[in-house]
């Protein structure tokens, strides 16, 4: 099996209201990567990546920038265990 990472994101600023859950699932679907995305009740997004390194390195640099009517403040990112899930899922 190819190596595979995990990693936590929480991204701060306009980001609940904006589609941005469903836009890191399309980035994550195209990279085949597996996790899921949450609107926290501090206003934030909660993310969880895991798959090929390059994979979520790229989906973690589009939560960056986000889709279009978001507003990305700053994003903490740290690594996390994989948790073998077998998709994306937004909660």
């Known amino acids: 099996m190819a190596e595979e990472i995990g990693c936590d994101l929480v991204v701060h600023g306009r980001v ?9 699932r399309g980035e994550a ?15 934030t997004v909660r993310v969880h990546l895991e798959g090929p390194p390059a ?4 989906v973690a640099a589009a939560c960056s ?7 990305v ?4 990112e740290r690594a996390s265990a994989v ?9």
Do not use: K, S, T, Y
Not at 55 to 58: D, F, L, S
Not at 65 to 71: D, L, S, V
Not at 83 to 91: K, N, P, T
């Open 16 to 24: 609940q209201g904006v589609f941005f859950r469903a836009f890191v």
């Open 29 to 43: 679907d195209r990279r085949g990567v597996r996790g899921r995305a949450i609107n926290a009740p501090d206003g």
């Open 55 to 58: 994979g979520v390195a790229a």
């Open 65 to 71: 920038a986000g889709p279009r009517g978001a507003r």
């Open 73 to 76: 403040e700053r994003v903490e």
């Open 83 to 91: 948790e073998g899930l077998e998709r994306f899922e937004v909660g």
